[in-house]
């Protein structure tokens, strides 16, 4: 009789989820992975959801749903209970709600347990012993969560008890070594996978310093906030101003489509050089700032007037202003 047990897995993406995935699916299992999506990390997969899929089908034979827990995720921030690792990334706190959501859609895919690729040892904070069990007890998973990487160092789990799977298939990785997961990963035949780290912002030193400031001087952000606090180059103009700049085409195009009704839009019409989104702020002398830094990082030329026309589009007028580049010395405390 076919084997209908199934489990859920929480997917980054990365190696160790993938191989979470396959070393379950390998005993029959049908697997269901998760991979959770907030503004912070992997958002923009939302806008290509087949292609992705396909993708991770195609590569790694598996099967992804994602998931967006944006909002949730923004309330997290503000306190959340476990602290901040490094830098503004709440991982155990991360962890615990992505496991408390999938526990939510057990019953949906008829799952009788949940996996992580968690690796005992693997990071300072959140894969030390003390703390997977925290993560367990604080989202209620103690008894259906598998780390099938780890297992053979975890007490057993129900699914393994129960004998919907064989513990002695399961495998005993720890640390930070990657050797074990690179030998398994080639008796899958998988040899496309992304590296280590990445992806997630709040743990890069400067994107979750800016976040961090955000969060601090903002009582309401939302999630349009935050895709616009990550795009491009970054000023807090002295007004009170957000302004973002984007540094190539896509930065552009980008900055356009995070467009808000009250957002001030700066383009140069005559000459190569940013777009730029003025937020926050209609106060004329910022609107003078930003017309000149859209001219201090557009196309130079070489003889004559560094002067350009800065075309600046408000909500309710719109007109070109002829103005010089702003000097580094003028604007470079406003860097985020
Ligand atoms: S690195 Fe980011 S996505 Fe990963 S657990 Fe930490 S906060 Fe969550």
Same mark, same amino acid.
């Given at each position: 009789m076919k084997n209908k047990t199934t489990a859920l897995a929480l997917f980054s993406g990365g190696l160790d989820s993938i191989l979470a995935c396959r070393v379950v699916a390998e005993q029959g299992i049908t697997v269901q992975a998760l991979k959770f999506v907030t503004p912070f990390f992997d958002y923009e997969l939302l806008e290509k959801q087949d292609e992705y899929k396909k993708k991770i089908r195609d590569t790694y034979g598996i099967d992804v749903t994602l998931i967006d827990i944006s909002l949730p995720y923004l309330e997290l921030l503000r /306190?959340?209970?476990?602290g901040f690792g490094k830098?503004? /990334?709440p991982c155990i706190d991360c962890k615990i709600m992505m496991l408390t959501e999938a526990k939510k859609l057990m019953d949906e895919y008829g799952a009788s347990f949940i996996i992580t690729g968690e690796v005992l040892g693997?990071?300072?904070?959140?894969?030390r012993k003390d703390t997977l069990r925290v993560i367990e007890r604080d989202s209620r998973t103690d008894s259906i969560?598998?780390?099938?990487?780890c297992a053979k160092s975890q007490p057993p789990t129900q699914a393994e008890l129960s004998g919907l799977i064989d513990r002695e298939k399961l495998l005993n990785f720890s640390g930070r070594g990657r050797t074990n997961q690179i030998e398994l990963a080639r008796s899958f035949n998988i040899t496309d996978y992304p590296a280590p780290a990445g992806g997630c912002v709040l743990t890069d030193p400067n994107l979750s310093r800016r976040i961090k400031g955000l969060f601090l001087e903002t009582p309401e952000i939302d999630i349009n906030d935050i895709r616009f606090l990550l795009v491009g180059r970054q000023f807090k103009l002295p007004n009170g101003g957000w302004l973002a700049m984007g540094r190539d085409q896509n930065e552009n195009d980008e900055i356009i489509k995070l467009k808000q009704p009250d957002d001030i839009s700066l383009k140069m019409p005559t000459r190569p050089g940013p777009t730029a989104l003025l937020r926050h702020s209609a106060h004329l002398e910022d609107i003078d700032f930003a017309a000149s830094l859209v001219v201090r990082y557009g196309k130079k030329v070489k003889q004559g007037d560094p002067e350009a026309d800065v075309t600046v589009t408000a909500p309710d007028w719109e007109k070109t202003v002829h103005v010089a580049p702003l000097q580094d010395a003028v604007f470079s405390s406003w860097i985020r």
């Open positions: /306190n959340p209970p476990h830098h503004f /990334n693997q990071r300072p904070m959140s894969q969560l598998l780390r099938p990487l």
